[in-house]
């Protein structure tokens, strides 16, 4: 709206309007806190319930993950072991003559790899069961050869125990941490529906702050603008300033407020670029 069709409104009419406002919202507030009020009691037991399955659903991927992480150790600890005793059996000669092909074999070694991989690299959920697929086929392939290394030399035992301990160790990981990575994917959209929910509940409650604070308001702003119908808009005392000495200002042919902020932020501009 431009300036003068502004200064053509009656000080009358805009306090007609504003206190017509005011009477509307006295009378409809109560009704709308009414229905804010039954929406909160209807949201806050579903946030409850999402917050809830959320915070399970999490809980249940950090047992997921302790419990691979635990066996991966484990593993590992058993990984070391077995790699010591190999390197005995290579050199008291115990294992010359069971395989030829038991230098070339790499399962240890492709092992530590995916292992090293899984703990360190930063992977999706699809590359890391990817690496899991890898590992269990290795494990298969190592019970056949821990069977096969068994009945052909006793003296192997201990050397075959670790091992199978160390693929238990593995198996058990690898099913925890497939676990942990559904149970990711199921909490994803138990999150996103807590956020939305949560944002619901705080939207409404932030509307019902404001209409309360507008009801209280209701009754002094009402009386303020039944006086100033009565009394005027000039200086009433109180909190009844002069409403009328910035439009007279303008009327006289002076700067707005508004026009007087943009003219003092011109100037420190051009102040501002002079001093550079």
Known sequence: MEVDELLAISPEQLAQALLVRRQVLKQELPGVIRNLEAEEESL?????RAIQSHRSANEKVALLKEERNQSQRNASKKLIEVKDSRGKLIESGGMVNLDPNWKKEKLLEQLEEIEDSIQTSALDQQSERKLLD???????????????????NPEMSRFVEARREMVTSYRKADSAHRKMLESVAKAQPLHEKKVLLTAELR????????ARELLDQSD????????????GFGELGGNYRDLMKARNKVSSGGNS??????KSASKSKTSGGEEE
């Not at 590992?135 to 096969?148: F, I, Y």
């Not at 939207?203 to 404001?210: A, E, G, K, L, T």
Request: hydrophobic content about 30%; proline content about 2%; charged content about 50%.
């Open 134 to 152: 890898r590992r269990k086929k290795l494990l298969e392939e190592n019970d056949k050869w821990l069977r096969s290394r068994k009945e052909s």
């Open 44 to 48: 806050e037991p579903r946030v409850k």
């Open 220 to 231: 002094v702003a009402i009386e303020h603008w039944q006086r100033r119908l009565k009394d």
């Open 257 to 262: 407020s508004f026009a007087r902020s943009q």
């Open 203 to 210: 939207d409404i409650r932030r509307q019902m702050d404001r």
